[in-house]
């Protein structure tokens, strides 16, 4: 519940993006929770000073594909490398899972998240112009060979 609020909020104060991210934040959440496998799925939750500040999901798409999904980190906490972190735990998790691929979707004008996938190996394989949360994005597909 908290990283829906967050995220939803979060979105909407940055990018002035609407109700319909809230919804996909929630359908995201509630598949992740119906579904949840603990033998091939996670979910971070990263804390500063006792105070959850941001998380990742890392869901199984197949026996050999996970997928990092709803990465954020609040702005109070940004530049202390907790999104690294995030991205970094989903990384080793899906290593000793013997997933081969992990995969996420992402917009280009999140240029943070963009930099940390990037450092971290993930290459751009497809892009695509849509409409959505009342905005014309790019959406981006992002892959890691494991």
């Known amino acids: 519940g908290w990283i829906i609020h967050r995220q939803a909020r979060l979105y909407a104060e940055e990018y002035g993006w609407n109700e319909e991210f809230e919804a996909l934040v929630a359908e995201i959440a509630a598949k992740f929770i119906r579904n949840f496998d603990p033998r091939?799925?996670?979910?971070?939750?990263?804390?500063?000073?006792?105070?959850?500040?941001?998380?990742?999901?890392?869901?199984?798409?197949s026996?050999?594909?996970?997928?990092?999904?709803?990465?954020?980190?609040?702005?109070k906490a940004?530049?202390?490398?907790?999104?690294?972190r995030l991205v970094e735990e989903c990384i080793r998790f899906a290593r000793?899972?013997?997933y081969k691929t992990l995969t996420l979707w992402?917009?280009?004008?999140?240029?943070?998240?963009?930099?940390?996938?990037?450092?971290?190996?993930?290459?751009?394989?497809?892009?695509?112009?849509?409409r959505s949360f009342?905005?014309?994005?790019?959406?981006?597909h992002w892959n890691l060979a494991l």
């Open 96 to 98: 000793a899972k013997g």
């Open 106 to 130: 992402t917009n280009d004008i999140l240029t943070s998240a963009r930099r940390i996938y990037e450092t971290a190996g993930f290459k751009l394989v497809a892009e695509e112009k849509h």
């Open 40 to 61: 091939k799925e996670r979910c971070w939750v990263a804390e500063l000073d006792g105070e959850i500040v941001g998380a990742v999901f890392l869901v199984r798409d």
């Open 134 to 140: 009342g905005k014309d994005l790019v959406g981006q």
């Open 78 to 84: 940004r530049g202390q490398g907790l999104g690294r």
């Open 63 to 75: 026996d050999e594909v996970a997928r990092l999904r709803l990465l954020h980190v609040d702005a």
